[in-house]
């Protein structure tokens, strides 16, 4: 007798969500303090003048100001901004 499989479970069922990472401010672009300049595994970007790490490699704006990035666009930078001076 010829016989056919049944319907069970199969083993590549699963997928994970996406973690939404990279780039969420861009060369140029305004940041306050504690925003998120990108999202990252690892260090694929270095943090720079006015920025932080997080524990999670996320680099942090550390200071108001516009963002730069400098070796060959892998180190990223915030330049202060002018204080206005009343």
Known sequence: MAHKKGQ????????SHSKRL??????????IPGNIIIRQRGTKWQPGL???????YTVHARVAGHVYFDRNG???????AEVAAN
């Open 22 to 31: 990279g780039v969420k401010k861009y060369g140029g672009e305004v940041v």
């Open 8 to 15: 069970g479970s199969v083993k590549n069922g699963r997928d």
């Open 50 to 56: 006015n920025v932080y790490l997080g524990k999670d």
């Open 74 to 80: 892998r180190r990223v930078n915030v330049k202060p």
